[in-house]
């Protein structure tokens, strides 16, 4: 664990934004080119996937995302105790007892119906807490917009998720093929918002950048004050990062 935090802070050490800068993205050639990557695969995987799904009946697909997010919360309450989140632990950990047993594996969110609200985090934000800069701004094949920060914490909640390490092959495949469904049941649920800046941008690089960095640093508590933020911003990518 001292290795990947000396690791993160390393990198975001090494690539500190100059002063005044809205956003550090000394990579971005090569962010534009795996950005041209991620549109192309939404253009022809993605897209028409989530405009189907998107035609089915509100809610038709809730059971994906609940299976998905409830297959999760391990690698979240392990976050949450490495973060010193008491409340988001035990919140997490009644979250999951409940959905897994009466919840039918998760496939039922009973835990939200009784007051119990999921306490997304991950460990990109576990080194926010711990004090690592978020260091330059990446786009990721396949996942997106992120930062030199949360690359290296979605190779750790790999590492870190349970699932991957207790879990038998089969509980392991179901849950790649949930995360996989939730990704496109979201496409399909924030499709036209998705499509204005992919699409109808005239940048659509740098405006999904803007939106990622923002929402980020405003969901880490990073952010100046909330009038700073664009209260139009939306975050396409938040559902996907998980």
């Not at 897209?47 to 809730?62: H, K, S």
């Amino acid at each position: 664990m001292i290795a990947v935090i000396g690791l993160a802070a390393g990198l975001a050490g090494c690539s500190q934004p100059q002063p005044g800068a809205e956003f550090n993205d000394p990579y971005e050639p090569v962010n534009r080119e795996v950005h041209a990557f991620n549109r192309g695969l939404d253009q022809a995987v993605l897209r028409p996937a989530g405009e189907v799904v998107g035609a089915a009946p509100a809610g038709t697909f809730d059971w994906v995302i609940n299976f998905s997010d409830n297959a999760s919360l391990p690698g979240m309450i392990i976050n949450g105790a490495l973060q010193g989140d008491g409340e988001g632990v035990s919140i997490n950990t009644m979250r999951f007892i409940i959905n897994t047993t009466i919840g039918a594996l998760g496939l039922v969110d009973w835990a939200g119906k009784m007051g119990l609200p999921e306490q997304s985090t991950d460990f990109g934000e576990t080194l926010a807490v711990w004090g690592v800069p978020e260091g330059a701004y990446l786009e990721l094949p396949l996942l997106g917009p992120s930062t030199e920060r949360d690359a290296v914490g979605e190779i750790v909640d790999l590492v870190l998720d349970p699932l991957e390490k207790m879990g038998t092959y089969d509980q392991q495949e179901y849950a790649t093929i949930a995360r996989v469904g939730e990704i496109i049941v979201e496409r399909g649920d924030f499709g036209s918002t998705i499509d204005s800046i992919l699409y109808e941008s005239a940048d659509s690089y740098a405006q999904a950048r803007l939106l990622y960095l923002q929402n980020r640093r405003f969901e880490l508590g990073e952010s100046a004050a909330d009038d700073q933020i664009d209260p139009y911003s939306i975050d396409p990518y938040e559902e996907f990062d998980q």
